[in-house]
T-cell receptor, first 107, second 113 residues
């Protein structure tokens, strides 16, 4: 069993839909990261969370430390949101990555 | 400047070649990282430099040799690579090695022929 599990693996949505990607982890963490990777490679850090909830534009990330679970929400999704979203947890030294969620938003 | 730059963007090399990948950041970050990423897989950590000293080597084969000449620059020297080493090589940096947000570069797409 992976230490970081993401679901779903693939997600297709219509423009405007509300999207949720889930992440569960089984190890102790100092922080949880949500990352975005577009085709062609570059990774962008979206959020770093150790508790509660953060919001940036149309993106919202939440974490429940007791349940070892985090969610990434995208409101009013847009085709430009199409990317791989990766959950990663930090033990203070290194990141452990989930397998990623491929999101496709169709116009 | 919140950018990590990597050169070259693409590299094709033969198994007997020697080449180097370069990574640079000017954010005053004191931790720098090399990752390897195969298609449709998450990044795998290779090396961590903390305050210009190698702090983590994830049992990477010696044909990969990292170097940190100064706090802004990170190199990855490549020699006698195998075709299975073909991948996207990502550099990242963070303010401190202890659990800070990592900033990633665009990556070098390496093909070994």
């Amino acid at each position: 069993k992976n230490e970081v599990e993401q679901s779903p693996q693939n997600l297709t949505a219509q423009e405007g839909e509300f999207i949720t990607i889930n992440c569960s982890y089984s190890v102790g963490i100092s922080a949880l990261h949500w990352l975005q990777q577009h085709p062609g490679g570059g990774i962008v850090s979206l959020f770093m969370l150790s508790s509660g909830k953060k919001k940036h534009g149309r993106l919202i990330a939440t974490i429940n430390i007791q349940e070892k679970h985090s969610s990434l929400h995208i409101t009013a999704s847009h085709p430009r949101d199409s990317a791989v979203y990766i959950c990663a947890v930090s033990d203070g030294t290194r990141l452990t990555f989930g397998e990623g969620t491929q999101l496709t938003v169709n116009p | 400047d919140t950018e990590v730059t990597q050169t070259p963007k693409h590299l094709v090399m033969g198994m007997t070649n020697k080449k180097s990948l370069k990574c640079e950041q000017h954010m005053g970050h004191r931790a720098m990282y090399w990752y390897k990423q195969k298609a449709k897989k998450p990044p795998e950590l290779m090396f961590v430099y903390s305050y210009e000293k190698l702090s983590i080597n994830e049992s990477v084969p010696s044909r990969f040799s990292p170097e940190c000449p100064n706090s802004s620059l990170l190199n990855l020297h490549l020699h006698a690579l195998q075709p299975e080493d073909s991948a996207l090589y990502l550099c990242a940096s963070s303010q401190d090695p202890q659990g800070y947000e990592q900033y990633f570069g665009p990556g070098t797409r390496l093909t070994v022929t």
